[in-house]
Every structure is written in structure tokens, then in C-alpha cells.
């Protein structure tokens, strides 16, 4: 993958997590990743963009784990492994091949989809993961949604059990968990601006580090 400078944001629903990142590209000039990697995704497996919208970080019943191990290979559309496994399992290794053909080119920032994990083996990669105390993230989402606070209470449970399922099952890392990830950070005591000043810092000591 070469020199491209990689980052990966896991985050509470609710923690500014997609804004952190929208920002770091910003700053970075480099391509942000979010909703955009579903289209691609679409785009290179043949698959409809619904499907995968459908499917966005949701947690599945089953998969197996020696799928994306052994019998994997990117781009392998038209072979009978894929053609036969089960909608979800193909969702899953779409957005898995996406991320890491997105890598290999460029340098991004790319939230969420188990990023982290599909591009373990890319040394440029820096995973952060994103929370925030849970009254501040009521209070974000009742404004942005237009809901009482009890209902967004739900709401972030049921997006943060969704995220947490997904990526605990599709990885071998715990999502939230600190070991999961090279940084992780509160925005409920830093602001954006502050956090992404973290990561750039944080960035820099990697590349000192790895002198």
C-alpha cells in the first residue's frame, strides 16, 4: 500500500465521531469515507446501493470466519465462494475489498465498516476510536433528530448494540475496547478542533517513532 497515510475512526453514535473525521480530511486534503465507500462497494461487487444500505453495520446471525481468512480473494465477484454465500456474508467482503483497494490508493479517512480490521497488515494506518459521556450524546442527537431525550436515549443504544455486534463478530478485536485501537477519545472533554490536533500529534510521534 505504499506510503498513503490511512486513518480509521470507530464511534459511539452520537460522539461527533463522523465530524472528527470529516475535519481531519479537511484539514489533511484527503478523501473522506463514510457513506461514500457503501456507493463503491455497490459499484465494484454488481450489488445495488440499497442492499448495502440495508445492511450498514448491522449485525448478522452467522458467518464464517475462514471465508475472509482462506477462501477470500479481492475482486472475485464471479467465482462460486461468493456467488454462494448468503447476502449479508457478500455485503460484508464487498465493503472488505472496497476499503483495501481504497487504501492502496490513496491516503483517507475512513469511519466505521470495520476498517480497522481489513487493513491490519497497513502500517500507515492509524485506528482511532471516538466516544463521549452519554448525556452529552442524548442532547446531540434529541436536537439533531427532533426528539425527546428518552427517545434518543433508545436510539443510541440500539445504533451503538447494532456497531458494537457487527464488529465484534466480523473482527477478532472488541469494538470500544482501548486494545482495539491506537488512540482513543473523548470529545465529552476535547472539542473537534482539540481531537484532531491529538491525532495529528499522534501521527507525528508514529512517523519519529518509526525513524
Given at each position: 500500500?505504499?506510503s498513503?497515510?490511512?486513518?480509521?475512526?470507530?464511534?459511539?453514535?452520537?460522539?461527533?465521531?463522523?465530524?472528527?473525521?470529516?475535519?481531519?480530511?479537511?484539514?489533511?486534503?484527503?478523501?473522506?469515507?463514510d457513506?461514500?465507500?457503501?456507493?463503491?462497494?455497490?459499484?465494484?461487487?454488481?450489488?445495488?446501493?440499497?442492499?448495502?444500505?440495508?445492511?450498514?453495520?448491522?449485525?448478522?446471525?452467522?458467518f464464517?470466519?475462514?471465508?475472509?481468512?482462506?477462501t477470500?480473494?479481492?475482486?472475485?465477484?464471479?467465482?462460486?465462494?461468493?456467488?454462494d454465500?448468503?447476502?449479508?456474508?457478500?455485503v460484508?467482503?464487498?465493503?472488505?475489498?472496497?476499503?483495501?483497494k481504497?487504501?492502496?490508493?490513496?491516503?483517507?479517512?475512513i469511519?466505521?465498516?470495520?476498517?480497522?480490521?481489513?487493513?491490519?497488515?497497513e502500517?500507515?494506518?492509524?485506528?482511532i476510536?471516538?466516544?463521549?459521556?452519554?448525556?452529552?450524546?442524548i442532547?446531540?442527537i434529541?436536537?439533531?433528530?427532533?426528539?425527546?431525550?428518552?427517545?434518543?436515549?433508545d436510539?443510541?443504544?440500539?445504533?451503538?448494540k447494532?456497531?458494537?455486534?457487527?464488529?465484534?463478530?466480523?473482527?477478532?478485536k472488541?469494538?470500544?475496547d482501548a486494545?482495539?485501537?491506537?488512540?482513543?477519545?473523548?470529545?465529552?472533554?476535547?472539542?473537534?478542533?482539540?481531537?484532531?490536533?491529538?491525532?495529528?500529534?499522534?501521527?507525528?510521534?508514529?512517523?519519529n517513532?518509526?525513524?
Amino acid at each position: 500500500m505504499g506510503s498513503n497515510e490511512i486513518y480509521t475512526i470507530g464511534r459511539e453514535f452520537g460522539s461527533l465521531g463522523k465530524q472528527v473525521g470529516q475535519e481531519l480530511a479537511k484539514r489533511l486534503g484527503i478523501k473522506f469515507y463514510d457513506k461514500e465507500l457503501l456507493q463503491k462497494a455497490a459499484k465494484e461487487s454488481g450489488l445495488c446501493e440499497e442492499i448495502f444500505e440495508s445492511h450498514d453495520e448491522k449485525p448478522t446471525n452467522s458467518f464464517l470466519y475462514s471465508l475472509v481468512m482462506d477462501t477470500y480473494t479481492g475482486g472475485s465477484y464471479s467465482t462460486a465462494p461468493f456467488l454462494d454465500m448468503p447476502l449479508n456474508h457478500k455485503v460484508f467482503l464487498a465493503q472488505f475489498d472496497a476499503i483495501k483497494k481504497i487504501a492502496a490508493n490513496e491516503s483517507c479517512v475512513i469511519v466505521g465498516r470495520c476498517a480497522d480490521y481489513a487493513l491490519a497488515d497497513e502500517p500507515h494506518c492509524l485506528n482511532i476510536f471516538i466516544r463521549s459521556n452519554m448525556d452529552d450524546r442524548i442532547k446531540r442527537i434529541s436536537e439533531r433528530l427532533n426528539v425527546p431525550e428518552n427517545k434518543a436515549k433508545d436510539i443510541i443504544k440500539k445504533k451503538d448494540k447494532e456497531r458494537s455486534s457487527y464488529y465484534n463478530y466480523y473482527t477478532s478485536k472488541k469494538w470500544g475496547d482501548a486494545r482495539s485501537y491506537d488512540l482513543c477519545l473523548n470529545t465529552s472533554q476535547i472539542s473537534v478542533e482539540d481531537s484532531i490536533e491529538l491525532i495529528l500529534k499522534y501521527r507525528e510521534c508514529m512517523r519519529n517513532h518509526n525513524k
